[in-house]
């Protein structure tokens, strides 16, 4: 079976690659955009596997080429994506041995635990040497594949210099050569480097699509997988998480934080604050995830109770309904807003900025 059929939700963007490859037509610089966790690199991967896989099913996932591509070591794939400054050379090896252990860990987790958040101990950008270290690549030829492939991620965080550097190869990348960009923000990329790409747009996933994804695990009820599937918002890779975490403390740190939120507490936000300095960043990410959803639930209160997930807090929800009987329309968008600030973390801002924006922001509704 070819593994394309298990991307979900991605019909139309895989309508146009399996169109490109049955009409061996693939060719030159991809965008493929939309939200975070919808698999937009899984895509991606698959559609530089299927053009090299030896099977009649590609890309089966099976073969010599199919195997070097899931463990991201095939020679003839070039993946760029956001680093802290490694110091590339041109070969593709590095100057800076410690983060480049983190480095090695990324890929080895990308392969193994896509889904898994990981966040690298410096701010993170795609910098000009490691585009000068892609261009080099794909000049030389291909050791082994019918087709190089580059996947550049996130390719709105190249900076003005490095997307300049990149805009002649992505325009004419050399014969057999497929450039493939991945953005959750678009409109962040150069207009000059949008117009040389075909742009592809990746559907939010629906409820439905995150829920069978997560019925096909084992141990899981089908409750419990539309809870999370709702939870996650469209984010297949979020939901994965939410799956697979122990999130016990998390969960009351959160709930700790919306009091202080609703109560507007500046003495115990300060000392929160204080308690919370210097916490890794992928806390800020998942304490995030569990403030949307102790909010969600005051937003289900009234007519779908039986989403609420924090049901210990039933009788706070009730009481806060009350006092705040037209706050669940406006909670929606602060989740929205949540998943903006969510977004910005990957930036590596200062934490506690983003904590205070949290409290200021959500804190209006209950004023
Ligand atoms: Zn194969």
């Not at 690199?41 to 996932?61: H, I, K, R, V, W």
């Not at 950008?125 to 087709?147: G, N, Q, T």
């Not at 480097?193 to 996933?205: V, W």
């Not at 960043?281 to 005051?298: E, F, K, T, Y």
Request: glycine content about 4%; hydrophobic content about 40%.
């Amino acid at each position: 079976m070819s593994l394309f059929n298990k991307i979900r939700g991605q019909n139309r963007a895989l309508k146009i690659l399996k169109t490109a490859i049955h009409t061996k037509k693939a060719g030159g610089s991809y965008l493929f955009y939309g939200s975070d966790g919808i698999g937009k690199f899984t895509t991606a991967l698959y559609f530089g596997m299927a053009l090299n896989c030896e099977s009649d099913d590609a890309p089966c996932g099976k073969c010599n080429s199919c195997r070097k591509f899931l463990s991201i070591s095939h020679p003839d794939l070039i993946y760029l994506f956001p680093t802290p400054n490694l110091k590339f050379q041109i070969d593709g090896s590095f100057k800076e041995q410690k983060l480049g252990e983190e480095y090695t860990k990324f890929i080895e987790q990308r392969s193994n635990y896509p889904w898994q958040s990981f966040s690298f101990s410096q701010k993170v950008e795609i910098r000009i040497d490691a585009v000068r270290m892609l261009i080099h690549k794909i000049s030389l030829s291909a050791h082994e594949a019918k087709y190089k492939i580059c996947i550049v991620q996130d390719a709105d965080l190249m900076n003005n210099n490095t997307a300049n550097a990149f805009l002649k190869t992505l325009e004419e990348p050399p014969p057999n050569t497929i450039i493939l960009l991945t953005s959750c923000r678009p409109d962040f990329l150069l207009p000059t480097i949008l117009s040389r790409c075909q742009k592809i747009p990746f559907n939010q996933l629906s409820v439905n699509d995150i829920q069978s994804e997560l019925l096909e695990k084992q141990g899981i009820e089908a409750s419990q997988a539309r809870l999370i599937a709702r939870v996650a918002n469209g984010n297949m890779e979020r939901a994965l998480q939410l799956l697979e975490e122990d999130d016990t403390q998390m969960r009351e740190t959160a709930i700790t934080l919306k009091e202080l939120i609703t109560n507007q507490d500046d003495l115990g936000f300060y000392e929160f604050l204080t308690r919370n300095k210097g916490n890794p960043p992928d806390w800020l990410a998942s304490l995030i995830i569990h403030l949307q959803i102790a909010l969600a639930d005051l937003a289900f209160f009234e007519h779908n109770p039986e989403f609420i997930v924090n049901i210990d807090q039933t009788n706070i929800i009730e009481t806060m309904y009350h006092k705040y009987p037209a706050v669940d329309e406006k909670i929606l968008d602060h989740v929205r807003f949540l998943e903006d600030c969510q977004k910005k973390l990957k930036g590596n801002v200062n934490q506690q900025l983003i904590l205070i924006e949290i409290y200021n922001r959500i804190g209006k509704l209950f004023k």
